[in-house]
Structure formats: structure tokens, C-alpha cells
């Protein structure tokens, strides 16, 4: 067992860790943070996908003894005083999931995308989202979500 | 995954006692290969010691002519170098082509050299870029570095630094990117070198190699005609449920001369 300290959408958390344990698991499982999802465990579909010190990043193939001192931020930190981050509301606006499983990856690989490149190109958006599979291939309402929300988060900036 | 205990090492000495102690464990830095082996329960260390914090390891930049690249340097970062775009804008576009955007936020350039996957991206700049791996211990030059699938001139206890890469007046990159998991079917890289031209392959056969036939050929005329007759050897090809060992040839051959026309339309140094 390892001590970590670690910032999870903002608030610090000290646990208790068994080495081998993975990021993902320890924030379902000890966080209770069950947003983050695990598709594939095989670093595959994105599903499991969080922000580690501002970078996506897939939770299933990361050691939770390797996020000691980090800032995490999972789905569940990205809407604001009750509001949903312009990329969620994007998602809901532009139908962009069926059954939401892949969402949460989807959602927290596309608001670090635009941080790198906020006004996307389609091949862009193609590059950027290599790392999650939806597997009710909805790909074209995503891509317009990507869209749609890095046009609302340029006019608010 | 079996147990473990994990160790985070501070300093390239700690990790080198590390090391020493525990003759079992692992070293852990990007961990984009080393996780999921560990999953599938393919790898059993008694402990990871974890270098990829290390500052050591860390640093890009040009010295005496040459771009050295901090083996802790994630993929991500070379990507993104001015440095690197600068100096050899083609390994920063191999960079940007490995995995995906999450495994490139992750993995290292030293992980992925030290691992040598036959289908790994690096390892074909390295060796068409006659690069020098630099370890805690000596200089190994990239001809001599990899040995075959997943082996290397690494000793035990023997840890990645940096890359020297020769810097060329042009090269380029082009893969067949396998589509679920964006491992080369095959790779090439095509460097023109101040003392002539270097063919690397990667994903194609059982592990990197240079392609001389095409070097001696584009040597002559650097154009992707240069290489219409000539035919990949068939010897080491992998063959596997995604492609047999004649269609890898010539894919190879298709991303060669791929290669030499992005590497003609790209601007010299």
C-alpha cells in the first residue's frame, strides 16, 4: 500500500492505495467517481479518459500511485455552478450520443483537444479523437458537437 | 496484474540503486506498453521503479549539430518541439502519428526505443537517422542497438538517457497505420544524409531494418521512381492474420516511395 495526495476536481484527496491499482478503478471504486468509464481495459476506446495536470490521458493504463500529486479532473468536475461545460452542452444540443457510454471519454478528449487547437478542422477532430471508439458509431453527431462547442467557447472566451 | 511495489524514483542514482537491489523489477516511465502487459499478466516484476519523473531524463535541444532528445520526452512533446520541427520536422510528424492523443500524452521516446516493438514508429528514425543511444553506462549507436523483436543491446540495470539524432538535410515519414490499433503494418523512413541516404523500415518484419537496395537506388536519382524495380526480401516479413508476408513487402515498398515524395516536396535544410 502507497500514500497518495492527489487534487481531484478540485478537491484534495490523501488515500490509501494498493500499488497495482489503476487510476480508473480507484476513482470508481474509491472515489466513487463512477462518471469515468471502463470500456475496453486494454487502452483501447477512450472510455476511461481524464485530465491529468490539464492533458488527457486513459485512466485504465495509469497507476493510481502515479497520479500522486496530480490534478485530476474527471466528467463529473467539468460542469460549473450547476451549469454544463459548453462541451456537454454541445453533446445534449447536437444529439451527439445514443447509448452514452463512450460520452464521458468523448467529452473530457474533446475539451483538451480544443485547449490545443480550439477552431478544428474536420481531419483535426478525425486525429483528435483517434484515441475513443463509439461503438454506436455516432461519429457524425460528435464531430458536429466538436464543432458546435468550439464555436460557443471562442464567441464566450 | 500480479502484485507489485512501486517505486518512484528522485533521481537517476536512486533509480540505479533501485536497480541494483531488486533485480526483478521493471522500469516504469510512460507505461503504454508496460500497463497492459502487466494486465495480461505477460510480466510478473517484483517492483516498477518509476523514472519517468526523472530530470535526467529530461530536455530537448540542438548541441553540436546534432538534436538531443531526453529519453523521458513524451511522444506529445517531440510532436510539439519547436526545436524538433525545426530540426527534423519529420520526427516530429512520426511523433504526432504514434497511438493516439491520450498514449502520446503518456509515452516516451526512451520507453519505446528500450522496448522495441517490431511495430513501433521510433525505432525507423532512429535508425535511419543514425541516431546514438546514450545510457548510463555508454554510447550505443542505433545499428547496433536493436537486435530483433523486442530485443536490444540493453544490459540489466542499463537505463536509456537521451537520443542523439544526426540531423539530415530532408527526410520524411509514411506509415500504413494498422486501423484499430495505428501500429505500423509497415513504416518508412527516408532520411538524406550529409553522407547519403538511409531506409529505415519498421512493422514490416520481425524488426527494424535498413532497406539498402533502396538507399544505393534513391542514392542515384531521389525519387520514388528510383524504386519501381526493386522488391523488399521476403526472409524476416511477418505474416499474421492482417496481411501476409508478400502483401508487407510491398506495402513497405508503397511507403517508401510515399516517403521519398513527401521527403522531394519538402524543403531542404
Not at chain 1, 476506446?45 to 481524464?50: D, Q
Not at chain 2, 533509480?15 to 541494483?20: E, H, I, R
Not at chain 2, 510528424?93 to 521516446?109: E, M, Y
Request: with cysteine; aromatic share 6%.
Amino acid at each position: 500500500m502507497t500514500r497518495i495526495e492527489l487534487t481531484v476536481n478540485g478537491t484534495k484527496h490523501v488515500q490509501e492505495v494498493e500499488d497495482r491499482v489503476l487510476l480508473a478503478d480507484f476513482l470508481r471504486d474509491q472515489l466513487g467517481l463512477t462518471g469515468t468509464h471502463v470500456g475496453c481495459d486494454t487502452s483501447q476506446c477512450g472510455c476511461c479518459t481524464v485530465h491529468f495536470n490539464g492533458r488527457a490521458i486513459k485512466s485504465c493504463t495509469l497507476l493510481a500511485v502515479q497520479a500522486n500529486g496530480a490534478d485530476i479532473v474527471t466528467i463529473e468536475g467539468m460542469s460549473k455552478n450547476g451549469e454544463l461545460h459548453p462541451v456537454q452542452q454541445a453533446f445534449t444540443d447536437c444529439h451527439a450520443l445514443q447509448c452514452g457510454f463512450c460520452t464521458p471519454g468523448m467529452i473530457m478528449a474533446i475539451s483538451a483537444m480544443l485547449k490545443d487547437n480550439p477552431n478544428p478542422s474536420d481531419d483535426e477532430i478525425y486525429h483528435g479523437l483517434d484515441g475513443n471508439l463509439c461503438r454506436c458509431t455516432g461519429y457524425i453527431n460528435i464531430v458536429k458537437a466538436v464543432k458546435r462547442s468550439a464555436e460557443v467557447m471562442q464567441t464566450h472566451k | 496484474m500480479f502484485e507489485f511495489n512501486y517505486i518512484k524514483a528522485n533521481s537517476l542514482n536512486d533509480a540505479l540503486k533501485s536497480v541494483t537491489e531488486h533485480p526483478e523489477a521493471k522500469l516504469l516511465a510512460g507505461g503504454m506498453t508496460l500497463i497492459p502487459t502487466l494486465k495480461q499478466r505477460l510480466a510478473q516484476p517484483s517492483h516498477l521503479i518509476d523514472i519517468g519523473g526523472l530530470q535526467e531524463l529530461t530536455g530537448i535541444a540542438v548541441t553540436g549539430g546534432e538534436l538531443v532528445v531526453g529519453a523521458a520526452a513524451k511522444h506529445f512533446d517531440v510532436a510539439t518541439s519547436a526545436i524538433v520541427t525545426q530540426a527534423i520536422p519529420a520526427l516530429a510528424a512520426l511523433a504526432d502519428k504514434i497511438g493516439d492523443p491520450q498514449v502520446r500524452n503518456r509515452g516516451t521516446l526512451g520507453g519505446s526505443v528500450a522496448n522495441n516493438d517490431p511495430a513501433a514508429d521510433y525505432p525507423a528514425a532512429v535508425l535511419a537517422l543514425d541516431a546514438v543511444i546514450v545510457t548510463n553506462r555508454r554510447e550505443i549507436k542505433a545499428a547496433d542497438y536493436f537486435q530483433g523483436m523486442f530485443a536490444t543491446a540493453l544490459e540489466d540495470g542499463e537505463i536509456i538517457l537521451r537520443l542523439r539524432f544526426a540531423i539530415p538535410r530532408r527526410a520524411a515519414y509514411e506509415k500504413f497505420a494498422h486501423p484499430a490499433s495505428g501500429y505500423a503494418m509497415a513504416g518508412v523512413f527516408v532520411a538524406d544524409m550529409k553522407d547519403g541516404v538511409r531506409v529505415a523500415v519498421t512493422g514490416a518484419a520481425s524488426g527494424v531494418f535498413r532497406w539498402t537496395e533502396a538507399e544505393q537506388a534513391l542514392a542515384q536519382k531521389m525519387s520514388g521512381e528510383a524504386l519501381d524495380g526493386l522488391v523488399v526480401d521476403l526472409t524476416n516479413m511477418n505474416e499474421d492474420i492482417h496481411a501476409t508476408r508478400e502483401y508487407r513487402a510491398n506495402l513497405a515498398k508503397v511507403m517508401a516511395k510515399r516517403a521519398v515524395q513527401k521527403l522531394v516536396s519538402s524543403t531542404q535544410h
